[in-house]
T-cell receptor
């Protein structure tokens, strides 16, 4: 059974904190993605990675960074959390054909 | 870059067929996907189609691809109340290279 696992289902952080969202896949996939989902705005691509240590900006990278030190793990970092980063964060992993998502992390920044 | 569009809402009666439509701009997209999202959950992969195919059937799901019109559709036969969800189409490859680009989602409501 294929799996993409996000480290937390719900998170509450304070403004200004550094936040780490972790995503792990067990399918040996090359491509991994981070999206955020907000009502009325759909899924917006923050960053993606097509190989270890390789990353590219998506459509809304400002305020975020990523790390891909190992193939199975893709981390999203909020350098200094702000209230406008309150959102649902979704990680995805893609192999040759299929692309799978984790269960999502609902982050609230207070 | 790629742009993917979907209608926002579809309401059908239980037992009827549902057809959810999607248009995309990048004709060189290599894979096109359909996902289902239930409230508060992640996205569940339903099916995908490779760009050299016209149709793919998987149990109650039928995907049709019209490359000339850049139109993708998902037909759900014998729609059930458990099919009520948001459905997303997504494209991968082509000019968008490694990106997986999503439409805004279609909310399907199945009436008993």
């Amino acid at each position: 059974d294929v799996k993409v696992t996000q480290s937390s289902r719900y998170l509450v952080k304070r403004t200004g904190e550094k936040v780490f969202l972790e995503c792990v896949q067990d399918m040996d996939h090359e491509n991994m993605f981070w999206y955020r989902q907000d009502p009325g705005l759909g899924l917006r691509l923050i960053y993606f990675s097509y190989d270890v240590k390789m990353k590219e900006k998506g459509d809304i990278p400002e305020g975020y960074s990523v790390s891909r030190e190992k193939k199975e793990r893709f981390s999203l970092i909020l350098e200094s959390a702000s209230t406008n980063q309150t959102s649902m964060y979704l990680c995805a992993s893609r192999g040759v054909t299929e692309a799978f998502f984790g269960q999502g992390t609902r982050l609230t920044v207070v | 870059g790629e742009d993917v569009e979907q209608s926002l809402f579809l309401s059908v009666r239980e037992g009827d067929s549902s057809v959810i439509n999607c248009t995309y701009t990048d004709s060189s997209s290599t894979y096109l996907y359909w996902y289902k999202q239930e409230p508060g959950a992640g996205l569940q992969l339903l099916t995908y189609i490779f760009s050299n195919m016209d149709m793919k059937q998987d149990q109650r799901l039928t995907v049709l691809l019209n490359k000339k019109d850049k139109h993708l559709s998902l037909r759900i036969a014998d729609t059930q109340t458990g099919d009520s969800a948001i459905y997303f189409c997504a494209g991968y490859g082509g000019d968008s290279s490694y990106k997986l680009i999503f439409g805004s989602g279609t909310r399907l409501l199945v009436r008993p």
